[in-house]
């Protein structure tokens, strides 16, 4: 790909490193109730779409993992992709007859494990995961309401510090777009679009991708033209 993806990363590990400073400042203060320790992977079957910058961000950590295991995460990848397409086209369907807080019950019912998940329940990206995983035990704010980990101790009715999820999205967004502005890519529907962490892992994000080599050959028409 033609643009270096540095800046961009080093914003998002700067969000994330807030986010990661905020789970530990809630772990803290309700210790009893945030039940995330090691060994648990709860938040490893959640159905959830990640943004273009965490896609690329977690793609380009997958390139450095060894090609063996590399190619046994992609056997998963595939398996869990194919799981989650079917699951979206139900909840696509059911989703014309439903109220929006019902459909996101589903959603956050459904499993789907996650390729990066071992054998022995441990993410094997896990310095690098989304932000969806480094929020999940503690208390969300999602469309004005609260949601917390099933497996938490946080009680329903009580008052607690919840993350506003749309503003840490909005940021994650903003990322993403400026990244589109300065490749110049064509793809307008890339702007909101998410996917799943199995297709971030098996995408080759590259210029074709972005429709970047499209433009390129127009332009060396255009050129051609012009001689």
Request: charged share 30%.
């Amino acid at each position: 790909m033609k643009l270096d993806l540095t800046t961009y990363f080093t914003e998002y590990e700067s969000l994330v490193a807030q986010i990661d400073a905020l789970f530990k400042n809630v772990s803290e203060k309700f210790a009893d109730e945030v039940k995330c320790k090691e060994g648990c992977s709860d938040c490893c079957h959640a159905l959830f779409d990640i943004p273009l910058v965490e896609a690329l961000y977690l793609n380009a950590k997958f390139q450095e993992v060894d090609e063996k295991e590399r190619n046994k995460i992609l056997i998963e990848a595939d398996k869990a992709d194919r799981k989650a397409n079917v699951l979206k086209k139900k909840i696509s369907k059911d989703a014309e007859q439903s109220e929006s807080a019902d459909i996101l019950g589903r959603v956050a019912q459904e499993r789907i494990r996650c390729p990066l998940l071992s054998e022995v329940n441990v993410c094997q990206l896990y310095a690098f995961r989304p932000i969806t995983c480094r929020v999940y035990g503690i208390p969300l704010e999602i469309e004005g309401k609260s949601h917390t980990c099933g497996l938490s101790g946080f009680i329903p009715g009580n008052s607690y510090p919840a993350v506003k999820i749309h503003r840490v999205q909005d940021e994650l967004l903003r990322i993403s777009n400026q990244i589109l502005d300065d490749l110049g890519s064509k793809y307008a529907d890339f702007r909101l679009m998410h996917v799943p962490v199995s297709t971030a892992l098996m995408t080759m994000y590259n210029d074709e991708y972005f429709g970047l080599s499209e433009l390129s050959e127009s332009e060396n028409v255009a050129e051609g033209e012009n001689d």
